[in-house]
């Protein structure tokens, strides 16, 4: 957690020392997440992963010097996979505080509708983790934030859309992120699990 706080103190930090004439706004967006593992070992993996649906929802700034912007976020961020072992689906649900930075490239500044395109970097804290299976009549779940690396981090890329409206900036987008860590603690026989999750969202900016 200490990680994120830093992250975040050094945004803040960042912005107060950016030029006073820069644009500022502030916003809300929330929408669903398609989450999956990128696995690899050095043995046969009896099982492969698929993606499981989550939410996303938190505040971000924008800070723009005419067509670019820096746009840091704070979400509440579910990723994780799920997987079928014969008749058994096996979840994991991993829910994160992730903070994005991003630089986002507006392509058209004029206009009502202004599409853009960006790329950066996040950070993220795992604040629990819980494993389940089921299959079909009889279910568990664990708790298994300790068997997992609190921390994450990665790649952020993505394309969308905003609707400039009086006084609100309405926006519409998608973006891939490419998890760099390892999200097992203690992996064995070489295991490696990367989140890799696809996001779409829907932003109110003011």
């Given at each position: 957690?200490?990680?994120?706080?830093?992250?975040?103190?050094?945004?803040?930090?960042?912005?107060?020392?950016?030029?006073?004439?820069?644009?500022?706004?502030?916003?809300?967006?929330?929408?669903?997440?398609?989450?999956?593992?990128?696995?690899?070992?050095?043995?046969?993996?009896?099982?492969?992963?698929?993606?499981?649906?989550?939410?996303?929802?938190?505040?971000s700034a924008d800070l723009g010097f005419g067509p670019l912007s820096i746009?840091?976020?704070?979400?509440?961020?579910?990723?994780?996979?799920?997987?079928?072992?014969?008749?058994?689906?096996?979840?994991?649900?991993?829910?994160?505080?992730?903070?994005?930075?991003?630089?986002?490239?507006?392509?058209?500044?004029?206009?009502?509708?202004?599409?853009?395109?960006?790329?950066?970097?996040?950070?993220?804290?795992?604040?629990?983790?819980?494993?389940?299976?089921?299959?079909?009549?009889?279910?568990?779940?664990?708790?298994?934030?300790?068997?997992?690396?609190?921390?994450?981090?990665?790649?952020?890329?993505?394309?969308?859309?905003?609707?400039?409206?009086?006084?609100?900036?309405?926006?519409?987008?998608?973006?891939y992120n490419f998890g760099l860590a390892n999200v097992l603690k203690d992996?064995?026989?070489?295991?490696?699990?990367?989140?890799?999750?696809?996001?779409?969202?829907?932003?109110?900016?003011?």
């Amino acid at each position: 957690m200490k990680k994120i706080v830093l992250v975040s103190l050094a945004v803040l930090l960042a912005f107060a020392a950016l030029p006073q004439t820069a644009a500022a706004g502030i916003g809300i967006k929330g929408g669903f997440s398609l989450a999956r593992f990128s696995a690899s070992t050095t043995e046969p993996m009896p099982i492969s992963f698929v993606n499981n649906a989550g939410v996303v929802a938190g505040v971000s700034a924008d800070l723009g010097f005419g067509p670019l912007s820096i746009q840091p976020e704070i979400l509440y961020a579910r990723m994780g996979a799920k997987a079928q072992v014969e008749s058994v689906e096996i979840k994991y649900l991993l829910d994160y505080i992730q903070v994005p930075v991003l630089l986002k490239l507006r392509v058209v500044q004029a206009g009502p509708v202004r599409p853009v395109i960006c790329a950066g970097g996040y950070g993220s804290w795992m604040i629990k983790g819980q494993g389940s299976s089921t299959n079909g009549v009889d279910s568990e779940s664990e708790d298994i934030t300790e068997y997992m690396n609190r921390f994450d981090y990665g790649f952020v890329g993505g394309a969308g859309v905003e609707f400039k409206l009086p006084g609100v900036r309405l926006s519409v987008e998608g973006r891939y992120n490419f998890g760099l860590a390892n999200v097992l603690k203690d992996p064995e026989n070489g295991s490696v699990l990367k989140n890799r999750t696809l996001m779409a969202l829907i932003g109110v900016g003011f």
